[in-house]
């Protein structure tokens, strides 16, 4: 991947060695905010330089020992290419777990590389013409678009079992002001992008579309943490309606479900463990608009395909497996908990109606490793830093608050 991105670990570092994660104290308090903040210094070549900030808070809305820590993450930054993104995600629990609030609010102006569908050769398939592109380019740098996104996304959960829950949720995305860079309708022979040949083949507006609609979702989950579990299982299943009469461009359904594990490997220290995390995202009918569509990295926390950009394998459908090994490093005598490391893999499937392409046709593996610094023992806020790399020379660089899952 010819994106380079550098941060200023100095500064990062500084913050975390000399934050409360030292404290050797963790005890909680009911209603007290944990907060864990993290400047944002970065650069990229798609976005320019970046700065910014963002925030993990943690905080008992009740008794801690029948009351689950509820977590929000939140960050702002601006790129010198223009780009101003906000983000709110959150996962809340009321007294005694009687309520789950799940919430994904984002403003977006901002651009991103898009790509051919599915996984597999027709996903590398830039439709522009070749000479348009210099003769070292790379597939990794795609097609960018300028877009602006209001995402709104709230789930309200019933506790109606230990651990068991029901509910609702409304799901608003509209993307407006799209630009694809690369479209020319003037040229001859024409220039078309896959993101435009889509839409106008599907029936969507290039410039602008929406996805309106209302969900049932049933849960379970009994990790201890959920910033950074050491134990407990999560499962999510969500069945989404989208239809015309709610505001959507067109009528679809579509079906989320996941899983996640955590399994310890010693005794003596909680934070040996190994993760395992799966979803599966479904157009189970009607069609979804372009950037829609189930995508590598549209999560809930954006957490998912380390090694590969945002939405570089998107299709009709789309699973992905992640498995990590989190281990304590036990360099500091007067801090051992400060450090820990990671080894991570991960898969992506992805299906392309239009080309005949079938989920596990065509799989993308990548592999990682990560260092992890305990910046808030009371709520387990960890800085993470992580590198990927796909098996065609993808790679990428990561700084994040919490862990991926």
């Known amino acids: 991947m010819k994106t380079k991105i550098a941060t200023l670990f100095l500064f ?12 050797d104290s963790v005890s909680v308090e009911v209603g007290k905010f944990y907060l864990s903040p993290l400047p944002i210094i970065s650069s990229n070549p ?3 330089f970046v700065y910014g900030a963002a925030a993990s808070a943690g905080v008992y809305f009740g008794d801690p020992s029948t009351t689950s820590m509820s977590n929000g993450f939140l960050t702002g930054s601006y790129s010198t290419k223009k780009q101003l993104m906000f983000t709110f995600k959150t996962t809340m629990y009321s007294n005694n777990n009687d309520w789950m609030l799940m919430g994904d609010w984002r403003l ?11 996984t597999g050769p027709q996903a590398d398939d830039l ?14 740098e795609g097609e960018l678009m300028e877009f602006n996104l209001i995402r709104f996304h709230q789930t309200v959960l019933k506790q109606v079992k230990p651990n068991f829950f029901l509910g609702l949720g409304y799901h608003l995305d509209a993307h407006f002001d799209i630009k ?16 435009y040949r889509y839409s106008v083949e599907n029936g969507f507006d290039p410039e602008k579309y929406t996805t309106s609609g209302v969900s049932a979702n049933v849960i ?8 950074n ?3 407990g299982r999560f499962a999510f299943a969500s069945f989404r309606a989208i239809p015309k009469f709610l505001g959507s461009t067109k009528n679809a359904t579509t079906l989320w479900l996941e899983y996640r594990d955590y399994f310890s490997l010693s005794e003596l220290n909680p934070r040996n463990i190994f993760a395992f995390w799966t979803y599966g995202n479904f157009t189970t009918s009607g069609t979804l608009p372009y950037m829609n569509l189930p995508a590598l990295g549209w999560d809930q926390m954006g957490r998912s395909g380390r090694a590969f950009p945002q939405g570089r394998f998107r299709g009709e459908n789309l699973y992905y497996a992640e498995a990590e090994w989190r281990f304590p490093l036990t360099l500091l005598k007067r801090n051992p908990d400060l450090l820990g490391g990671v ?10 109606k239009a080309d005949e392409v079938k989920l596990f046709n065509y799989v993308e593996p990548a592999a990682g490793l990560g260092l992890r610094i305990m910046i808030q023992k009371q709520s387990r806020a960890n800085l993470t830093i992580d590198y990927g790399w796909g098996m065609n020379g993808e790679g990428a660089f990561y700084l994040n608050l919490n862990e991926y899952f």
């Open 12 to 23: 990062v570092l500084f913050a975390a060695f000399t934050g409360n994660a030292q404290s």
């Open 46 to 48: 798609a976005f320019g």
């Open 108 to 118: 977006f102006f901002s651009s991103q590389p898009t790509y051919g569908l599915g």
């Open 127 to 140: 439709t522009g013409i070749p000479e348009l592109y210099e003769a070292d380019s790379d597939i990794s």
């Open 180 to 195: 694809d860079q690369l479209l020319d309708l003037e040229s001859e022979p024409q220039v078309l992008t896959n993101h």
């Open 220 to 227: 379970y989950d009994s990790r201890d943490n959920v910033a």
């Open 229 to 231: 579990p050491y134990t």
């Open 343 to 352: 080894v991570f893999a991960n898969m992506t499937t992805a299906s392309n």
